[in-house]
Antibody, heavy 118, light 110 residues
């Protein structure tokens, strides 16, 4: 069955960097586009970034463009999100998602918590 | 890109029907038939429950249905049940090739 498992969430200092990972299994990873979203405590969902299956297209939300970098390793069936210049407002649960058809994100991971605090 | 606008809360009694609205602009909801809806229980990841034009993922109750008129999409839950009590989010593709989520709606079953 399709599984997405995020990891890498931790307590980080303002101005710091970290990389989140999402391990995929149960489907042909390289043919699906993938994305990251986040949810701050008690808040709604914020779409962050998308990457096409062949890695040629990478799109970012205005709020994170230039600070976050999305990448994937199709051989390892893994998705990544590099976060840099961290701010307190980056504190959130970060989810990876698989892109389905007609705009639906059909599978989500369980999320990984990033806390930015000194 | 501003979040799509949803009512903060909607409530109904068991068996009733409720509708959650999701208002955007012509640059997102109005231009594309690429609106999706998600259900989220506290402490859990969101789950896709409706997408595109009339599509429901396998395993999702047919009590959930979606529609769109102009810049507003809607999710209707028919025959409301206690397990429908959750948060609901809409999401739309945008003219910038990004996606934007709605502000979220808390559904309460009275």
């Amino acid at each position: 069955q399709v599984q997405l498992v995020e990891s890498g969430g931790t307590l980080a200092e303002p101005g710091g960097s970290l990389t989140l990972s999402c391990a995929a299994s149960g489907f042909t990873f390289h043919i699906y586009h993938m994305a990251w979203v986040r949810q701050a405590p008690g808040e709604g969902l914020e779409w962050l970034s998308y990457i096409s299956g062949d890695e040629n297209d990478k799109i970012y939300a205005d709020s994170v463009r230039g600070r976050f970098t999305i990448a994937r390793d199709n051989a390892r069936k893994s998705l990544f999100l590099q976060l840099s210049s961290l701010r307190a407002e980056d504190t959130a649960v970060y989810y990876c998602m698989r892109g389905g058809v007609e705009g639906g994100w059909d599978y989500w991971g369980q999320g990984t918590l990033v806390t930015v605090s000194s | 890109q501003s979040a799509l606008t949803q009512p903060a809360s909607v409530s109904g009694s068991p068996g009733q029907s409720i509708t959650i609205s999701c208002t955007g602009t012509y640059s997102d909801v109005g231009k594309y038939n690429l609106v999706s809806w998600y259900q989220q229980y506290p402490g859990k990841a969101p789950r896709l429950i409706f997408y595109g034009v009339g599509n429901r993922p396998s395993g999702v109750s047919n009590r959930f249905s979606g529609s769109k008129s102009g810049n507003t999409a809607s999710l209707t839950i028919s025959g409301l049940q206690p397990e429908d009590e959750a948060d609901y989010f809409c999401c739309s593709f945008t003219h910038s090739s990004t996606y934007v989520f709605g502000t979220g709606t808390k559904v309460t079953v009275l």
